[in-house]
């Protein structure tokens, strides 16, 4: 079973697409019409992000389960510490194991309802991120990542304390980390180069979200924690009230961002699709990390 290391370190870009556990019946064809349109493009992995509550929970196992099983596809699973103690959370390992789930994504997480509410763990349960890198490298041989943050997690005090527990949590067996959402290339590049200065080497991928729409845009702001650079601004705000020219201007925006990290020596790319493949399709392609006969 391949694993998530072995398809980002070939030396060449690749990119690799994170989706949701499907809400409803409705949400799961339209997930599943995004796998099979991306699998064509060989993906290096694909990701399924892990809720809050109990059935998304089990969803999040049933999709990456079924896409280890029926496509050709190297899956990987989210797995948070929220709400579960530690014997949950062996046996949430365990089902991914038994599904040939080799990936895994170990993250604390974010207190339900509030994600800035305070952090209550479970009694018998995990409190920060890297006790769960340890406790799955403890359960098998998984490839294991975990979550990067290039404007620093907003519960740290600063960027230092933030990168040295990224280091910390790689040091804790962690093969590689995912950066979340950005706006300018040299906020990747600065988080980049604040981790090699640690002496570490593993890999970041960087997070990239096309901007299609100015809720895209909001959500970017959401989850990055930085607002909307002025340069940004600029090129996207007098657009909002013109979908299709909007969308042109974001899809441009994020190729350009791909270019420069690629030009930086970045060799993979990670794209949050909302369950969607048209953008990613779009800007992997302009970007030739397609195979040529795709
Ligand atoms: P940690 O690394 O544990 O860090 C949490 C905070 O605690 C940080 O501020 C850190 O500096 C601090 N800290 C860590 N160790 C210590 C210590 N020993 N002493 C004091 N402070 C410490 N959330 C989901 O619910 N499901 C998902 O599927 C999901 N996928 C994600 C994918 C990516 C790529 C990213 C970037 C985030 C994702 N998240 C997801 C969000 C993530 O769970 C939250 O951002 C969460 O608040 C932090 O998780 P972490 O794994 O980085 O936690």
Redesign the pocket.
Known sequence: MTTVVQRIRTGRPVFSVEFMPPRDHEDEQRLWNAIRELEGLDPAFVSV????GGSSRDRTIRTTGRVARETTLVSMA?L?A?DHSVAELRNVIGWYAALGIRNI?A????PPGD?MGDWVPHPQGLN???ELVRLVRELGDFCVG????PYG?P??PDLD??TD?LVR?LRAGADFA???LFFEPDDFLRLRDRVAARGCDAVLLP?VMPLTTPRVLSKTVELSGAPVPARIAARLDHLAADPAAFRAEGIDLVTETCERLMAEGVTGLHFYTFNRSKATREVVSRLGLVPSRA
């Open positions: 992000t892990y809720g809050a989210h948070t929220v994504l993250l604390r997480g974010d994600p920060y991120a890297d975990v979550a990067a943050f997690h519960r740290s304390f933030d527990n949590k995912i950066a979340q997070g």
